[in-house]
């Protein structure tokens, strides 16, 4: 009993990590509700988690080496962020995340151009179905070309291209860059998010600041919250390097289903049924791709282990002769 306990805690921990991501939104609309701008406490918020993380693996920064992918990781995980939250604030919680989740379209041409990987029929077929998934939910005869309806929806298909890049960019820059600690590439991630933010916010509206009777409760959220999301990658990590890739990208989409819950439950947002068809289409991408991608390795780790045994055969008779 223990042994299953055991094993399935790197389960338990992505699936953790995606409830806070599932939930996330919802601090973040309360923070709005007192006067700090979607962009000011995505930027607050990451700040808080980069520094948690500075100081609690400060030791891995000599890891740290000068690269362009470093800015470019930051720069995506900034897009990432504010199209996220922004999004998440200003629009239909559910509607900006399943635009979010377009990532095997984003992530299939992505991979192609940045790491050279082959796009195969698979890869296309499953880029299209998740497209379709959106244009299934997007479509409305009185609006007719199936386009984001407005900015949050805009900001959530953008925050998953920026998901998508920031993906590519942790493959290339862990080929690049194999001596970097992992909670550094964190530290980028975090920290590229604050700055982004930061400077979109000088472009943003600026409401009425928070008053001083909230100011206590603000600063708590975001250091709290700041923590959690640190803490949530910490725990994000250690599941993802015990568990297949293929596999994880699956449990990470009980996101979807906590954030429905919690959308439904907080703020009384139900999905309609264009709603739903088209996020049936953007999860069976995603599950589909995470097969097909399982499929091409295990044919490829079956291809090696072939080619081993001929080319050991080959020895042998080799020494007979």
């Not at 990532?103 to 029929?121: C, N």
Request: aromatic fraction near 8%.
């Amino acid at each position: 009993m223990t042994r299953r306990f055991h094993d399935a805690l790197p389960t338990l921990a992505i699936m953790l990590g995606a409830s806070v991501w599932g939930l996330v939104w919802y601090p973040m609309r309360m923070l709005a509700s007192m006067g700090l701008t979607g962009t000011l406490a995505s930027a607050t918020t990451s700040g808080a988690a980069c520094l948690f993380v500075l100081l609690l693996k400060r030791r891995s920064v000599r890891t740290i080496r000068w690269h362009w992918l470093l800015v470019a990781l930051g720069a995506a995980a900034g897009t990432t962020s504010v199209g996220f939250v922004w999004g998440a604030i200003h629009g239909q919680v559910m509607r900006v995340l399943l635009l979010f989740y377009l990532t095997p379209a984003w992530t299939a041409v992505f991979a192609h151009f940045i790491l050279e990987d082959r796009l195969t029929r698979a890869d296309a077929a499953l880029s299209l179905l998740s497209l379709a998934g959106a244009v299934t939910m997007l479509w409305s005869p009185a609006l007719g070309f199936p386009l984001p309806a407005n900015l949050a929806e805009w900001a959530g298909l953008m925050g998953g291209m920026g998901f998508a890049m920031s993906n590519v960019l942790v493959v290339k820059l862990t080929r690049t860059m194999p001596g970097m600690k992992p909670e550094m590439r964190t530290a980028v991630i975090f920290g590229g998010a604050a700055i982004v933010a930061t400077l979109v916010s000088f472009f943003e509206p600026m409401p009425a600041p928070p008053a001083a009777s909230q100011m206590g409760m603000v600063a708590f959220i975001v250091i709290g919250l700041g923590v959690v999301l640190a803490a949530n990658n910490v725990i994000m990590q250690i599941g993802l390097a015990r568990v297949p890739a293929n596999r994880a990208s699956i449990i990470m989409l009980f996101e979807l289903v906590v954030t429905a819950l919690s959308s439904w439950l907080f703020a009384g947002e139900a999905p309609g049924p264009r709603e739903w068809a088209g996020g049936a289409c953007i999860v069976a991408a995603c599950v589909l791709s995470a097969w097909v991608h399982r499929q091409a390795r295990a044919s490829g780790e079956a291809s090696s282990a072939a080619n081993q045994q001929a080319a050991s055969e080959k020895k042998s008779t080799r020494a007979m002769v």
